[in-house]
């Protein structure tokens, strides 16, 4: 995991795991519900996986979320 000072590098279904653990059951069952078989399988196993998550690694996963949402935003809007 992070150590002091150091982000931890996280590839993409660990920060997906992450982020639908931040959410809580109720939000990641109605994600869960837009999502393939396979895709639902693989995310489940990742966050079963998951040791400890940081506040620091959560707080990564939602800024980085957030940074993709603006970009999407101001690219669809011009």
Known sequence: ???AGKKRELNGRQKAAI???TLGP???SEIFKHLREDEIEA???EM???DK???EDK???LLEFNEMMMAQEFITSG
């Open 59 to 61: 707080e990564a996963v």
């Open 43 to 45: 995310l489940t196993f």
């Open 48 to 50: 079963a996986r998951l």
């Open 26 to 28: 109720d939000v990641a």
């Open 19 to 21: 982020f639908l653990v």
């Open 1 to 3: 995991m992070a150590t």
């Open 53 to 55: 998550v940081t506040p």
